[in-house]
T-cell receptor
Framework: AQTVTQSQPEMSVQEAETVTLSCTYD???????LFWYKQPPSRQMILVIR??????QNATENRFSVNFQKAAKSFSLKISDSQLGDTAMYFC?????????????FGQGTRLTINP | ETGVTQSPTHLIKTRGQQVTLRCSSQ?????VSWYQQALGQGPQFIFQ???????GRGNFPPRFSGLQFPNYSSELNVNALELDDSALYLC??????????FGPGTRLTVL
């Protein structure tokens, strides 16, 4: 079974700063996806960024980038030039590729607060 | 393009009752997954439906059941409600083997 661990329950930074959220996972699978989802107070789970395990290049989406270390099973999210609208719960998630149910396994989340 | 919708937004039930939650998948998506998110926790996978058949199930008892309809919309049914069933229930739709798009969730409170 896969597990995802987020060791930072809460983080707080000033607007415009850079912040890094940590995530580690455990799996015996070789073919999988990793995701970061954002859940603002509105509750809607929004995909921030996706990484395919077979790709060595780290994914980037505008101000969001990841540091994917496959051997270490680490997948951190960096938010540059943080904005007030980035305030939310952030969840790291794993999904096995291939046959069977395509289920997401989530971490416990990190509550990120961006202060003005 | 309409996103994933869920109904109702909130509901309150008492222990022992039954509840049905509904989800309309995004256009073109034939797979629907349901998750339970307890307060302060990450979502937990309940089950997934693909082309009207259950395609996988998490560690939830049989009183959690579901359906998927020919238009790919879905229902989650919970019988004999318990206090611990109080949670946010999230539905997500996806094309096969692709990223999941979430609805806004249904907040269930069991008293």
């Amino acid at each position: 079974a896969q597990t995802v661990t987020q060791s930072q329950p809460e983080m707080s930074v000033q607007e415009a700063e850079t912040v890094t959220l940590s995530c580690t996972y455990d799996t015996s699978e070789s073919n999988y996806y990793l995701f970061w989802y954002k859940q603002p107070p509105s509750r809607q789970m929004i995909l921030v960024i996706r990484q395919e395990a077979y790709k060595q290049q780290n994914a980037t989406e505008n101000r969001f980038s990841v540091n994917f270390q496959k051997a270490a099973k680490s997948f951190s999210l960096k938010i540059s030039d943080s904005q007030l609208g980035d305030t939310a719960m952030y969840f790291c998630a794993f999904m096995k590729r291939g046959g069977g149910a395509q289920k997401l396994v989530f971490g416990q989340g990190t509550r990120l607060t961006i202060n003005p | 393009e309409t996103g994933v919708t869920q109904s109702p937004t909130h509901l309150i039930k008492t222990r022992g009752q039954q509840v049905t939650l509904r989800c309309s998948s995004q256009s073109g998506h034939n797979t629907v997954s349901w998750y339970q998110q307890a307060l302060g926790q990450g979502p937990q996978f309940i089950f997934q439906y693909y082309r009207e058949e259950e395609n996988g199930r998490g560690n939830f008892p049989p009183r959690f059941s579901g359906l998927q309809f020919p238009n790919y919309s879905s229902e989650l049914n919970v019988n004999a409600l318990e206090l611990d069933d109080s949670a946010l229930y999230l539905c997500a739709s996806s094309p096969v083997n692709n990223e999941q798009f979430f609805g806004p969730g249904t907040r269930l409170t069991v008293l």
